[in-house]
């Protein structure tokens, strides 16, 4: 079993669509919870970035983890095309590397 | 502008052959990596630097070396030994491992 489980997708929805990424884990130990972008042939940006659990927003951006039942989401509003990119979740123990999830591909039409 | 630069973008390699990819960064961070990302996969680290003069192997090293002779550079070469090299590989550099930014990437092909 991987440490961090994240459906590939393609998701597609259309353009003003609530988008709902989600990633399960297995380590508890867990305690920084990441959400990255990448754009096709680009490096991964940082979007994200949460401690423990609890929720957190950036403008269209929710992230949201739930530590007793090891998930964590991310929730773009009213989406638009240009948010169409692949969505990275990663997760760490203090102290320890980086883990990430193979990536949802999220694909928004306009 | 501050940032990390990768270079080449795009390398091709031919059996036998070692490259070398390139990594800089002005951002006056500390600690930097590699990583290796082929398609339906994570990220999966192959080697990664906290200080100058040092570096621990990740999750996949072998196949590869690396150097750290100054802070801003960290240069990742893929040798003959690799025996799967194809992939496009990413550097990143964060003063805390908690956020790291990465490069733009240098897709590696062998012919």
């Known amino acids: 079993q991987k440490e961090v489980e994240q459906d590939p997708g393609p998701l597609s929805v259309p353009e003003g669509a609530i988008v709902s990424l989600n990633c399960t884990y297995s380590n508890s130990a867990f305690q920084y919870f990441m959400w990255y972008r990448q754009y096709s042939r680009k490096g991964p940006e940082l979007l994200m970035y949460t401690y423990s659990s609890g929720n957190k927003e950036d403008g269209r951006f929710t992230a949201q983890v739930d530590k007793s039942s090891k998930y964590i989401s991310l929730f773009i509003r009213d989406s638009q095309p240009s948010d169409s990119a692949t969505y990275l979740c990663a997760m760490l123990e203090y102290g320890n590397k980086l883990v990430f999830g193979a990536g949802t591909i999220l694909r928004v039409k306009s | ?111």
């Open chain 2, 1 to 111: 502008d501050g940032g990390i630069t990768q270079s080449p973008k795009y390398l091709f390699r031919k059996e036998g052959q070692n490259v070398t990819l390139s990594c800089e960064q002005n951002l006056n961070h500390d600690a930097m990596y590699w990583y290796r990302q082929d398609p339906g996969q994570g990220l999966r680290l192959i080697y990664y630097s906290q200080i100058v003069n040092d570096f621990q192997k990740g999750d996949i090293a072998e196949g590869y070396s690396v150097s750290r002779e100054k802070k801003e550079s960290f240069p990742l070469t893929v040798t003959s030994a690799q025996k799967n090299p194809t992939a496009f590989y990413l550097c990143a550099s964060s003063i805390l491992s908690t956020e790291q930014f990465f490069g733009p990437g240098t897709r590696l092909t062998v012919l």
